[in-house]
C-alpha cells in the first residue's frame, strides 16, 4: 500500500511509515493511492466466513504488498478475536453490535490491529517505541487494552483528572505491566497540548523512540471496514435482500470514513446515514455545502462532542470529493439530548433493548432517513459501546437499574494505579526522562 498526503506537500510513504508517523508532515491525512475491489466470488461465499476469515480476505487485498500472507494471517487473528453480532430489534431495524471487545467499544477493533501490526514491524526491526497518549475516556481504555503486555511497546496515557467516567479510568489504571496511566490535573487539552510538546520536543526525541496512537493512524482505520462486511455477512445469512443502509454515530468520522472504504471495495450499500449529537458541523455541510467547524458543546454522547471532525477530508475524499457526489453516498441527520433520552427509553419500553446515548443518536438518524424511503430496506445501525459504560445516563433516563456484565463489574473493586501529575510540560517531561 502506499500512501499520499491530502495536503500533497508530503512525499508518499509506505504503508510502515504512515503507522508509525501517524501524521505526514505537512499536517494532512495519509490516504491510500489505490483501493483494491474484492473479487465476486468474495461476495458470493461471505455467508460462510467469520469475521476473522472476512478480516484476512478484505486486509490480503489492502496490504498484500506489504506484509506475506502467512504474518498477515497472525496479525488478523491476533487483533480480531471477538465477533460482531448483528441483532434485529424490530422489523427492518438491526443493531450492529461493536462492543464485543475487551474495552467495550468498537475503538478496540482500531486499537488492536494497530497494535498487531505495529508489533509485527518491531520484531521485524528490532526496534522499542514509547507511545504517548491523551485520552477524555473510551479511546485510552481501547488502547491501554490493545497494546497491553506487547512486547517492544511501553504505552503512556494521559487523562485529565475527574473528567472520565469510573469504569473509564478503571480501564486505564489497572493493568499495569507496560501501561501506565498519569492523572494530570487539567482538561483533556491540557493532556493533548503536553502529548503534542513531547514529540516536538528534541531531549525527548533523542532519547525515546515516540509514537502516537492517534485516532487518524491508518491502521485504526482499516479493521473498522471489517465489520461492514461481517454485518452484510450476517444479513445474508439471515436471508435478507434487502438493499443495506448503515446508519453511524459519528465524532471524528473514522468509522464512516472505513465504511465508504468498505463501500469502495464493492460492498452493496444503498446508503450511508451520518448521525451525530448537536456538535453538527457533518449534517449541515451535507445540507449546505459549506464546512463550518466550530468549537465542541458538551451532550451525553461525550465521545461524538467533537467541533471539527479530524477525518472530515478523508471522509470527503472518499464519498467522491464534489458535494454532489458526496450526498449521493451519505445522509445526515442530528439530534440534541431530549431526543437522545426519549429514543432510548421509547426503544427500551418498546423492546427491551438496551442502548449507549451514541447508539441512540444513531437510531435516530436511521428512523430519520429511512422515513424518507418509498422502498423497504435493511436498516443496520452502528452500535459503539455498551451501554454499561454509560451507566449513570442509562439508569437516569431509564428509570430502571440495568445489568452490568461482569467484565466492567470486575474492574470496579480493582485498584487503580495513576501518577499524579501537573498539567505543565516541564513536569512531564522529567518524569519521562526520570
Ligand atoms: C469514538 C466514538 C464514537 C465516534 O467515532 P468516530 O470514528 O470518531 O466518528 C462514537 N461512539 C463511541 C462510543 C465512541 O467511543
Same mark, same amino acid.
Given at each position: 500500500m502506499i500512501l499520499y498526503s491530502t495536503n500533497h506537500q508530503s512525499p508518499d510513504v509506505s504503508l510502515e511509515e504512515a503507522v508509525f508517523r501517524g501524521l505526514p508532515p505537512d499536517n494532512g491525512l495519509y490516504m491510500p493511492h489505490v483501493i483494491p475491489t474484492l473479487p465476486a466470488s468474495f461476495f458470493e461465499n461471505i455467508d460462510k466466513m467469520s469475521i476473522s476469515e472476512i478480516a484476512f480476505e478484505v486486509s490480503k487485498a489492502l496490504l498484500s504488498d506489504d506484509i506475506s500472507e502467512e504474518n498477515l494471517k497472525m496479525i488478523v487473528e491476533r487483533a480480531i478475536d471477538f465477533d460482531a453480532p448483528v441483532v434485529e430489534? &424490530?422489523?427492518?431495524?438491526?443493531? #450492529? &453490535? #461493536?462492543?464485543?471487545?475487551? !474495552?467495550?467499544?468498537?475503538?478496540? $477493533?482500531?486499537?488492536? $490491529?494497530?497494535? !498487531? #501490526?505495529? !508489533?509485527y514491524f518491531l520484531q521485524k526491526s528490532q526496534k522499542d517505541i514509547h507511545i504517548l497518549v491523551a485520552t477524555s475516556g473510551d479511546t485510552g481504555g481501547a488502547v491501554a487494552q490493545g497494546f497491553y503486555k506487547t512486547p517492544g511497546i511501553k504505552v503512556t496515557i494521559l487523562y485529565p483528572t475527574g473528567k472520565v467516567s469510573d469504569i473509564q479510568e478503571k480501564q486505564l489504571t489497572t493493568l499495569g505491566e507496560n501501561v501506565t496511566a498519569l492523572e494530570v490535573d487539567g482538561t483533556f487539552d491540557d493532556c493533548q497540548a503536553m502529548v503534542k510538546a513531547a514529540f516536538l520536543d528534541k531531549d525527548l526525541s533523542s532519547k525515546f523512540n515516540l509514537a502516537s496512537a492517534n485516532s487518524i493512524n491508518i491502521s485504526r482505520l482499516i479493521p473498522q471496514s471489517f465489520y461492514y462486511f461481517n454485518a452484510f455477512a450476517e444479513l445474508k445469512r439471515k436471508g435478507n435482500t434487502k438493499p443495506v443502509v448503515f446508519c453511524v454515530p459519528s465524532g471524528n468520522f473514522g468509522n464512516l470514513s472505513a465504511g465508504l472504504i468498505a463501500q469502495r471495495m464493492g460492498l452493496p450499500v444503498k446508503m450511508f446515514v451520518a448521525a451525530t449529537n448537536v456538535n453538527n458541523a457533518v449534517p449541515n455541510y451535507l445540507k449546505s455545502r459549506k464546512y463550518e467547524p466550530v468549537p465542541s458543546k458538551e451532550t451525553i454522547s461525550n465521545a461524538m462532542d467533537v467541533g471539527n471532525p479530524s477525518n472530515f477530508i478523508r471522509m470527503r475524499l472518499l464519498a467522491g470529493d464534489a458535494h454532489e457526489q458526496v450526498v449521493s453516498h451519505i445522509a445526515g441527520d442530528f439530534s440534541d439530548d431530549v431526543a437522545t433520552r426519549k429514543a432510548m427509553k421509547d426503544v427500551f419500553d418498546r423492546t427491551g433493548y438496551v442502548m449507549c446515548p451514541h447508539t441512540a443518536v444513531a437510531y435516530l438518524g436511521l428512523k430519520s432517513y429511512t422515513d424518507t424511503l418509498s422502498e423497504e430496506v435493511a436498516g443496520v445501525l452502528l452500535s459503539t459501546a455498551h451501554y454499561a459504560k454509560f451507566l449513570d445516563v442509562v439508569e437516569d433516563t431509564l428509570g430502571t437499574e440495568v445489568d452490568v456484565p461482569e467484565r466492567l463489574s470486575a474492574l470496579l473493586s480493582k485498584e487503580k494505579v495513576a501518577i499524579p501529575m501537573s498539567k505543565e510540560f516541564v513536569d512531564f517531561k522529567k518524569y519521562l526522562l526520570g
Open positions: 430489534i &424490530e422489523e427492518n431495524t438491526h443493531v #450492529l &453490535e #461493536l462492543f464485543h471487545g475487551p !474495552s467495550m467499544a468498537f475503538k478496540d $477493533f482500531g486499537a488492536r $490491529f494497530m497494535a !498487531s #501490526l505495529m !508489533s
